[in-house]
């Protein structure tokens, strides 16, 4: 019984820290952020080389073979660092694949997606904040697919893309497949773009048990929401913490005013305590398998709720500063209204919650 | 992470289980008193080694290793069973492990053993009318005169002092030194003269708290525990424990499995209020704040049991403040549920805590009630310094200069 990290996932923490410390400082972020690409190949490359791109890849194919949870404590230290870049997507389908191909599919992909030399994303969502498994429409007749997906991350730079058809299906897309179109969405979170892909008759592969993991996949992306967005989060509360023990008004550092002081200890009692709400919904996701689906859902909806408050009261706490596009805390602000609508809002997943308790 | 017990630890959960096959009494056992039934089994679980485990023997503890898992499994199986485990009484939890960190042997030895079985209330001498938040301004005195000490003053917010034997107490013993260090720690025999206890009604009709008036009350000049003005050290180690004491978030779990109940059984709209898409909203947000609660108190037993608890520091400093935010946010949903009987005063029965707060006058206790452990303890803008200060290392307010 123990519910704390291992030494290996403090030390996967640190190294990842450490790296996007000095591959990624806020003044590379800027630039890639302003560049409105949401991509750097170099980052990337990094990421892969460290064995990111392949955490829960299995080891048979080229993998680390971890599990949810570490995938979440890495997906805390980058949303930390608003960090641009295909993980959460990449990451999504790589899990779908190794949990739900066949054999012969596992052999396509895995190694390449595990390398990080195939990017890899999730197209989920439907017109109408359609995210659910039940509410995909887009249609497969034999081996060939149609329908529009949309805010699809990072689809300009993916290979692959895990496409949710009616049914609760999930299918493998080549993005550079016959009838595969993009078209930017113009996202309002430029280190994670997002792409309308409508697909007209284009080849595809049924992944072999993908009705069956749909939900096991969306649940690890809720997981992983919510670490991204603890991070963010408590990335917002250390800047805003330093600068009201620099920012001077009436003589005085501002965080010396209780006004001050009291709010931002209010944020951090918001946040901190929620680190152990996404640590077990990851572990959920793996062991518990009765709890998984209302863990996820509970911890997204709780979490990305709670940072896109602290990211509004940062903005306050800056004062004017805080409202301008040269202040850092804008980048964190539109990481946490990703993170709070992508897969869904907090009020469908407290729904969801609702209907799982019985109620 | 893993939240399985070992085999050695599933074991020890076997033989707590079979133990408390024994619980409740038996036969002409039975026959006792509730209050002697209790006793009878509490004693048998400390010699079994389940109750007040890491207390040495000789101050009536089961004299164990400390042992946080198998603390944890003693607490479930217990709690499971309703079986009576350690006192959750100001003797038990709070003067006890003082005593044990700062009292003398005679101390220990005469006070600690009749703490644990109950036979000795305790109650807590620390606030004063004109000193709460700023506890250290206190200005009840006590005069070393002889082999005694005469104590004078009042105390105020002091549960359940008509009930106590005895006092443990903040006294003003160094008029001359600076406010912290003029402070020692007594402990009072509540049946000396001179000492007059008040009952306070309380705003939801109860009389919990009382005043206590010191006039010219004679104390031994033995009862002083630690050193002459280190009371302030040794009161901060006891406040840790009542700070745990208000945290607990299995109590806010069956609370909020209350609010589910009452959900299901109100109506609104001439359909179960849990049907309804505002009230399953608001439902689902109080239950990730109780879920964080108790997933964020496994994450610091787990770093305490570790030996590594300042991994786990900040949500410690946190939990007080959380948890009573918390219960606040889930009574508004249930005084919101209960519509016009929102009105109604609350019974007796309420008052007294006879009944989990189940019945509609029982929420209204319970959602006024819920305004207590926010100020007891430290209140929460107390904590909000605390945290913004110690936690994330803010400059210290703008203080008036020192007097």
């Known amino acids: 019984m123990d519910f704390g990290l291992t030494e290996e996932q403090e030390m996967l923490q640190e190294t990842v820290c450490g790296f996007v410390n000095n591959e990624c400082p806020p003044t590379r972020l800027r630039e890639i952020f302003d560049s409105g690409t949401g991509y750097d190949a170099a980052l990337w490359g990094g990421m892969a080389e460290m064995g990111l791109a392949g955490l829960v890849v299995p080891g048979a194919y080229g993998g680390a073979g971890m599990e949810v949870l570490d995938l979440a404590l890495v997906a805390e230290v980058l949303g930390g660092a608003a960090l641009p870049g295909p993980f959460i997507g990449h990451s999504l389908a790589s899990l779908a694949i190794a949990l739900g191909g066949d054999e012969a599919q596992k052999q396509q992909w895995l190694p390449g997606l595990a390398e990080g030399s195939t990017v890899g994303t999730v197209a989920f969502c439907e017109q109408g904040s359609a995210w659910e498994p039940e509410a995909w429409r887009a249609t497969r007749r034999d081996d060939r697919v149609s329908g529009r997906k949309l805010y699809v991350p990072h689809a300009d730079v993916a290979d692959l893309l895990v496409v949710g058809v009616e049914g609760g299906e999930l299918l493998l897309v080549e993005r550079n497949g016959d009838g595969v179109e993009l078209l930017g969405m113009d996202g309002i979170d430029r280190t994670r773009p997002v792409f309308q892909v409508d697909l007209v008759d284009s080849p595809c592969q049924v992944l072999c048990d993908g009705a069956g993991i749909a939900g096991r996949v969306r649940d690890a992306g809720l997981v992983l929401l919510a670490a991204d967005s603890f991070g963010a989060a408590s990335k917002l509360i250390d800047l805003s913490v330093e600068y009201a023990g620099t920012r001077e008004q009436f003589g005085f550092k501002i965080g010396q005013f209780q006004a001050v002081k009291h709010q931002l200890a209010r944020l951090g009692t918001d946040i901190e305590p929620t680190r152990a709400l996404f640590w077990h919904a990851a572990y959920a996701a793996d062991h518990l398998p009765q709890e998984a689906a209302h863990s996820a859902a509970l911890a997204k909806s709780h979490i990305t709720d709670r940072a896109m408050s602290t990211a509004r009261m940062a903005v306050e706490l800056y004062g004017g500063l805080g409202f301008t596009w040269e202040c850092d805390v804008q980048m964190w602000f539109k990481r946490a209204m990703f993170n709070r609508a992508f897969l869904g809002t907090p009020e469908a997943h407290r729904e969801r919650c609702a209907a799982l308790a019985g109620w | ?403």
């Open chain 2, 1 to 403: 992470m893993d939240l399985q017990y070992s085999e050695a630890y599933q074991e020890f959960r076997r033989e707590v289980q079979v133990f408390l096959a024994g619980w409740p009494l038996q036969a002409e056992e039975a026959k006792l008193s509730a209050e002697e039934q209790e006793a009878l089994f509490r004693a048998r679980a400390i010699e079994a080694g389940f109750v007040y485990r890491d207390i040495p023997k000789q101050y009536g503890g089961a004299g164990c290793e400390p042992d946080g898992l198998k603390d944890a499994i003693v607490r479930e199986e217990f709690y499971r069973a309703g079986a009576p485990g350690n006192l959750p009484t100001q003797g038990a939890g709070m003067l006890a492990p003082t005593l044990l960190e700062f009292g003398s042997e005679a101390q220990k030895k005469r006070f600690i053993p009749p703490a644990l079985t109950g036979e000795e209330a305790w109650c807590q001498g620390y606030s004063e009318p004109g000193s709460g938040s700023d506890l250290a301004s206190l200005q009840c005195s006590a005069r070393l005169d002889g082999d005694h000490w005469v104590v004078n003053g009042q105390k105020i917010w002091t549960s359940n002092a008509h009930e106590a034997d005895f006092m443990f107490g903040l006294f003003r013993t160094e008029p001359d030194a600076s406010k912290h260090a003029g402070i020692s720690y007594l402990l009072v025999d509540m049946k000396s003269p001179g000492i007059d206890v008040r009952p306070l009604r309380e705003m939801t009709g109860s009389s919990e708290f009382t005043e206590v008036f010191f006039d010219d009350v004679r104390v031994p000049a033995e009862n002083l525990v630690g050193k002459r003005g280190e009371g302030w050290a040794v009161s901060r180690a006891t406040l840790v424990h009542e700070r745990n004491l208000i945290g607990n978030p299995n109590m806010m779990r069956e609370t909020f499995d209350d609010l589910v109940e009452l959900a299901r059984n109100t109506i609104r709209n001439g359909r179960p209020a849990i049907e309804d898409a505002h009230v399953r909203q608001r439902l689902v947000e109080v239950e990730g704040y109780v879920r964080t609660a108790e997933t964020s108190n496994m994450r610091q037993f787990s770093a305490s049991v570790r030996g590594e608890p300042l991994k786990a520091m900040r949500p410690m400093m946190m939990a007080k403040l959380y948890g009573t935010d918390t219960v606040q946010m889930l009574q508004a949903v249930a005084y919101d549920l209960l519509g016009s009987e929102g009105m109604l005063a609350p019974t007796e029965e309420d008052i007294r805590g006879w009944s989990r707060s189940n019945t509609p006058t029982g929420w209204v206790e319970a959602y006024i009630f819920s305004l207590g452990p926010a100020i007891a303890g430290g209140a929460s803008n107390i904590q909000l310094n605390i945290i913004g200060e110690r936690g994330y290392g803010l400059p210290r307010d703008l203080r008036p200069p020192a007097k």
